[in-house]
């Protein structure tokens, strides 16, 4: 069922990694046409503006972890902020790095066991991001938001996650850039993970339709979360963590539609794009046109576009 009322809801968060520049992805999002994209399918949007962290004492380069202090303010904001836009319609919350995912899972899912519902979570990503606080060799938090948000130790300073994702109840595609450390994580626990691997040799519609038929099967709720680096760089380039072999633009409208099909989607994360990385625009046009076919648009809705 199509939702009536979307959020757009900015979170220029840029310290989960070290490359600056996803601070303006919520603003590029908006300049390529994401609240006219949605309208035009006959949806309401709202756009709530950007958020800024809670407040925190001042991070220093003196630790292991990049900018923790400032990356804990943010988780606190947005589980609050997302949990909130649940009641309201179904939020989009515009990165940023892929380190708001710490606060914007956690806080769909406290909003889905409230309701009694199952929380379903669809990873769409070259990276697993399944290290946590302590065993991250980068220091990157941007890289742990799914560990965290199934409940894992490691995160000391953090919010408590009071409603932990089920790793069962989460299903990662597009990966190619997994560390030996975290694929043994991985290996351990529950989550269903594919590949670009399997997806050349299965295509992309087979291991998706099985997890949306298990989240349909428990009537959950289906938070996506969706990376600029699951695409291709070669039409995708507006990201810091470019990996070669990623999904093509039709493998990726295609997992869109089959989500607007399965009528789950109730929040979705659009990550980390960096606008200063871009070319003419294209990426962050690419993630709206994705983002306008998960929520209905087919392709023979989409205007033609002329690059001159």
């Known amino acids: ?130 290290h946590t606080a302590e065993t991250t060799t980068s220091g990157n938090l941007h890289g742990t938001p799914l560990a965290y948000a199934t409940g894992r130790k490691g995160f000391p300073g953090f919010p408590k996650v009071t409603a932990p994702v089920p790793e069962e109840n989460i299903c990662i595609i597009g990966l190619r850039s997994v560390d030996p450390a975290e694929r043994a994580m991985l290996q351990d626990s529950g989550i269903h993970y594919h590949d670009m691997r399997e997806i050349d040799e299965t295509g992309i519609a087979t291991p998706l339709s099985a997890f949306l038929s298990r989240v349909e099967a428990a009537d959950g709720a289906l938070h996506v979360s969706l990376d600029v680096d699951f695409l291709d760089p070669s039409i995708a380039p507006a990201v810091g963590t470019t990996v070669p072999g990623g999904a093509t633009i039709r493998e990726g409208h295609l997992a869109m539609e089959l989500i607007c099909d399965s009528g789950r989607m109730t929040s979705m994360d659009m990550v980390e794009l960096n606008p200063f990385l871009d070319e003419r625009g294209r990426t962050a046009q690419a993630m709206v046109d994705l983002a306008a076919s998960a929520l209905g648009r087919r392709v023979f809705d989409r205007p033609t576009r002329s690059y001159i």
């Open 1 to 130: 069922m199509k939702p009536k009322t979307c959020l757009l809801i900015g979170a220029p968060m840029d310290s989960g990694k070290r490359r600056d520049g996803c601070l303006m992805g919520p603003d590029a999002y908006r300049t390529a046409g994401l609240a006219r994209a949605l309208r035009d399918l006959g949806l309401k949007v709202v756009d709530d503006g950007n958020l800024t962290p809670a407040s925190h004492s001042p991070d220093d380069a003196s630790g292991r972890l990049h900018r923790p202090q400032e990356t804990i303010a943010w988780t606190y904001r947005l589980i609050r902020e997302a949990e909130q836009a649940m009641a309201r319609g179904l939020p989009i919350f515009l990165g940023g790095d892929h380190a708001i995912s710490l606060g914007t899972v956690p806080g769909v899912a406290a909003h889905a066991a409230s309701k009694g519902r199952p929380q379903f979570v669809l990873w769409l990503d070259a990276h697993s991001d399944f």
